[in-house]
């Protein structure tokens, strides 16, 4: 192996020549590389070269023919060792190795074929989804201009129920409020029994492709909330709540005052009541069949009116002890109807100024109202323990901290201010199990 | 549905103007898009990843369609679009 290893430098012109030049510090690690790897390399390709040649190696096997290097003079090197080509193989193998750059160098035409596909596909996804974005958002705004043209409009209901409609003050205000591309909301006031009206129109966000297609796997319907803030002098101790009964578990579980103060009510034998599918919840008996009067029964939510008509039926919830900014509040939600049948949900929307009449004018009896008076009295009695409780802790938390910081102080006193302390502890303890002695003066 | 208290319901003297509530930042619904935005944002910056950068325009784009109240979703929205701007000039050249 001797033999090998001085040639190689001999070679190094060769081939390599320019390479070298081109990047000087590939020099330095350049023959290391060459010097080491040629012993083993050699002898084990010397052997495979009888055999049938390498399918694998880059390079041709150097057959006088088909060498690479034009100068190629075979007769100088006969008898040699075939050293050049395990030599141009191996650099090959080692990822810095100059020949290969040179060969890099002359084709710079054919990147490497990166496929444009990401490119294409989010592009063509961004572009789809600004389309979208625009149409989506034509079409929300249809929904709400057309519920408010049924039912906000002139001569419409909510222009017969209240006076102020719209969310501006003046004439000319925008019937609606648009928060976002798919919540929009509607403001009424200027009615007996309540302060005013605000109905929220949360429809599926078909402005954001996404959504959209979020959407075909988890349907979600558009729905409308309205919220009547009832004066405190008109609402009475109703609590009263009806939704389909799936839906009904549900609000009973996570609505707080439902759950303290309401209970699931049976279905009474004794008169007509809504439809079996749904499920009223309500703190007494009472007040639940005063709420569900006849008409209500014929029109909405009896058996055969409700398949008609309460399609478009989500929930109820009247009660005067509504978590949150207002007390008395009554909450209506239903689904809306697409934007050219709009007319379905007519009757559902009529229930609204009719409960807050029937609620303002709504007197418990005197029975009822007892009921309703212990119930909500141990309510309020619960809430002042837990205020107390939490009052308590905090005047421990204080006493603690202060105690905390006088043992600081203490150990930050000298030890001799300390041993003062104690004396001075020390004589009043003694001042104190001393007998009392009074000194009086001579006469 | 018969209107049992015929005489008419108006109140013009009892109508109140809508005064909106002011809504905090802080129960405003969570804005995923603009958070996926950043992450994969980031992560293209990082790993060189052509594919998470262009997920985190799309996501970008989601947030910015999804604006409800302009001043507290403009500062994500902005710090979204600047992490978009690295990388599109990072995604250019790491191209050639």
Known sequence: ?443 | MSHSGGADPRMPSASKPYASSPISATDLPADYSGFFAIAFGIVGLMLRYKLCSWLAIICCAQSLANMRNVENDLKQVVMAMTVQFWMCIDCLDCKF
């Not at chain 1, 043209?149 to 006076?163: E, G, L, P, Q």
């Open chain 1, 1 to 443: 192996s001797a033999l090998a290893s001085p040639d190689p430098t001999h070679f190094e012109g060769f081939g390599e020549e320019d390479a070298l030049e081109s990047d000087s510090e590939e020099f330095e690690d350049g023959p290391i590389e060459i010097l080491i790897p040629p012993p083993t390399v050699t002898q084990s390709n010397f052997e495979t070269h009888h055999g049938p040649p390498e399918p694998s190696s880059p390079e041709p096997k150097p057959k006088p023919s088909s060498s690479s290097f034009e100068y190629w003079d075979e007769d100088e090197f006969e008898g040699l060792p075939i050293d050049p080509s395990p030599r141009t193989e191996n650099p090959t193998e080692n990822s810095s190795s100059p020949p290969e750059i040179t060969q890099q160098s002359p084709s710079p035409k054919t990147l490497p074929s990166r496929s444009f596909h990401v490119e294409i596909i989010c592009v063509s996804f961004l572009i789809s989804f600004i389309i979208n974005y625009f149409t989506g958002k034509r079409e929300n705004e249809n929904i709400a201009l057309a519920w408010a043209s049924c039912f906000a409009t002139k001569d419409t209901i909510f222009d017969k129920n209240f006076s102020l409609l719209g969310t501006g003050d003046g004439k000319d205000t925008p019937l609606l409020l648009k928060e976002g591309q798919n919540i929009f909301k509607f403001y009424a006031s200027g009615r007996r029994y309540c302060q005013g009206l605000l109905a929220t129109m949360e429809l599926q966000s078909r402005h954001d492709l996404l959504s959209r297609i979020y959407n075909f796997v988890v349907p979600c319907k558009d729905e409308i909330t309205f919220e009547v803030y009832m004066n405190d002098e008109n609402m009475d101790h109703v609590l009263f709540a009806m939704a389909r009964k799936k839906l009904a578990k549900v609000i009973h579980k996570e609505v707080r005052d439902l759950q303290r103060y309401a209970g699931l009510l049976s279905v009474p034998m004794n008169r007509k009541w809504v439809s079996e599918e749904l499920a009223v919840m309500s703190e007494s008996r009472e007040v639940a069949s005063d709420l569900i009067t006849e008409a209500v029964l014929d029109q909405v939510f009896g058996e055969k009116a409700f398949e008609k008509f309460g399609k478009g039926f989500i929930s109820f919830h009247f009660s005067d002890q509504h978590a949150g900014s207002h007390r008395k509040m009554l909450v209506f939600k239903f689904s809306l109807p697409n934007a050219n049948n709009m007319a379905d949900m007519t009757r559902l929307v009529a229930l609204v100024p009719y409960y807050i009449d029937l609620v303002g004018r709504y007197k418990l009896s005197s029975q009822a109202r007892s009921k309703t008076e212990a119930a909500r009295a141990k309510a309020a009695q619960e809430i002042y323990k837990e205020l107390q409780n939490v009052r308590q802790e905090a005047i421990q938390r204080k006493k603690a901290e202060r105690r905390k910081l006088m043992e600081e102080a203490e150990a930050k006193l000298s030890a001799e201010a300390l041993r003062k302390k104690e004396e001075k502890e020390r004589a009043r303890q003694l001042k104190k199990t001393m007998p009392k002695v009074k000194m009086t003066r001579a006469h």
